[in-house]
């Protein structure tokens, strides 16, 4: 079994930079693709940016070129640094891990954490 916990959420404002964490125990995900999505009020749970085992990553237009997804594999951390923060980025912001399809659809992963609530006033 796999725990995923997120931290690093927060209110912020237009512009402004954030880095939100997720911590992974239960066993090494070393060689999991991992994730992060977003869900904001009264929409779906959508794609924010990925990363291969490998070190390949993946991030969604919308969010390419301010925000930018890593890994620790030694120590089972995922990262996600937010910068240029729009108001429109505000959602609850999810890890995911263990994909087994494509790494945008969020009904490829197994597991998922708790969430952080990460909100960006104008």
């Known amino acids: 079994q796999v725990q995923l916990v997120e931290s690093g959420g927060g209110l912020v404002q237009t512009g402004d930079s954030l880095r939100i964490s997720c911590a992974a125990s239960?066993?090494?995900?070393?060689?999991?693709?991992m994730g992060w999505f977003r869900q904001a009020p009264g929409k779906e749970r959508e794609f924010v940016a990925a990363?291969?085992?490998?070190?390949?990553?993946y991030h969604a237009d919308s969010v390419k070129g301010r925000f930018t997804v890593s890994r620790d594999n030694a120590n089972n951390w995922l990262y996600l640094q937010l910068n240029s923060l729009k108001p429109e980025d505000t959602a609850v912001y999810y890890c995911?891990?263990?994909?087994?399809?494509?790494?945008?659809?969020?009904?490829?992963?197994?597991?998922w954490g708790q969430g952080t609530q990460v909100t960006v006033s104008s």
């Open positions: 239960g066993r090494t995900l070393s060689e999991s693709t």
């Open positions: 990363v291969i085992w490998t070190g390949v990553t």
């Open positions: 995911a891990a263990e994909c087994n399809g494509p790494v945008y659809s969020f009904r490829s992963y197994n597991y």
